[in-house]
């Protein structure tokens, strides 16, 4: 049996590698002022003394997976770290702390996996991820204006200063199409070119949960949240569409206090500020708070005409000023919707030979594209939409039918749906023959993957949403 001399031995072996992977003044100021006060064997607990609540919390946020390591190390056993912290030095009086539990990931199981998560102890060189950003979305092309001018600035102040802890969490939101996605992507964009060693990582809200429920169902939970852990930079799009999934939330609340409690950076957008997102748990919401949230607003005529101008000077078009405020006049306060009729007209402007984009070409691409009344999408537009698009009805959509062209419309039902409506999984499943929510993330996932890599469906998808011009 090992006795209390021991013990206090093993933790100043700790204390010496701890020494070795921080700065001295560092060690100086926190670590060499702990104080070794018992090892408990039954429960495999050491209770440190600390001199006071700021070097706790210190300790907490800076080195708490270096603390855990290091006694998991020399121990070799997992160690419930206790504190007790001085209150009052000159009486000795004290108070027992014990810091947030945080998910243990054994080594056994990191192994397993190509991608490990790095640690501080071990040589390992930098892994390479893919960062998943789209690299056009940038600053330089990320037009300013009053509606964004704020979040642009910060978000450019995050991306230089990418190992400082300001701004963070930063939670960014707004309405569909203020440009949300394209200032989250360009933060990340920036950080890369800066700091080319660093991990960044964008995922949508939606591919995160599907990657969840297919780690839960092939009992890779480990891998899952050892993966999210090495992240330096974690940007996640669009979370209001978790309201359905409280497992999910879970899961990223433990990535959430791993990467914070280590200096990472958590940068989250949505299409309302977390005070609206009713789901979301009390303590996610305070580790919001923790950071800062900033709005972007619909972009008035102004900056849609000064995108519109960026846009036609970028593609090399020649528009008229007079086409360009017909457009801007009808932008719907939507960046996206800018997007979509500068790609029409050049493509317009190429079929039919025009050398110059006159007021009857704008108005006969606008007319397609701008929505007419404010009447809302339903899932049943989209299905009687996609069943006349595919040549089949919309009870054989909703069937059981794995024919390759009917689960093709079906996905594609899907994915219009969840993008148009921010409809929650749940809910489109039900509609769409009682199918169970992992099905329909799987279905919309299939589809942005086609998109992606299949031209030909990326413009049949692309036809079925001009029909509802919401291009």
Known sequence: MKTG????????????????NVAEETYNAFFATMVFEQY???????????????VFEYIEVHFAQLMNKVLRRVFKTEVILKYRVLTSKDEGVSVEVQPDDVPAIPKSNIKR??????????????????SQLSLEYTFKNFIEGDANRTARTIGLTVAQNANSRQFNPLFIYGPSGCGKTHLINAIGVLTK???PEKAVLYVSARLFMEQFVDARLND????????YQRIDMLIVDDIQEWETAPKTVDAFYHIFNHLYRNGKRIILASDRPPVALTWLTDRLLTRFSWGTTLEIGKPDRQLCKNILVAKIRRDGLDIPEDVVNFIADTANDSVRYLEGIISSLMAYSIVYNHTTIDMQLAERVV???VKIDNTPLTVDDILSRVANEYGITVETIIGKSRQKNI???????????????????????KLLGNRNHSTILH??????KRIREDAEYANKVEDIERSFSLK
């Open 367 to 369: 007319k397609r594209s």
């Open 220 to 227: 890779k939970i480990n891998y899952f949240i050892a993966f």
């Open 113 to 130: 996996f190509p991608q490990k998560a790095p640690t501080i102890m071990e040589a390992n060189p930098y892994e390479e991820i893919d």
């Open 407 to 429: 689960a093709e419309a079906r996905q594609t039902v899907v994915f219009l749906t969840q993008k148009h409506t921010k409809m929650p999984a749940q809910r489109i499943g």
């Open 443 to 448: 279905s919309c996932s299939q589809a942005e």
């Open 193 to 195: 070119e800066l700091f």
């Open 40 to 54: 408990f064997e039954a429960g495999r607990t050491l209770v440190i003394q600390l001199p006071s609540q700021f």
């Open 5 to 20: 001399n021991t013990y206090q031995q093993l933790w100043q072996q700790c204390l010496s590698i701890i020494r070795n």
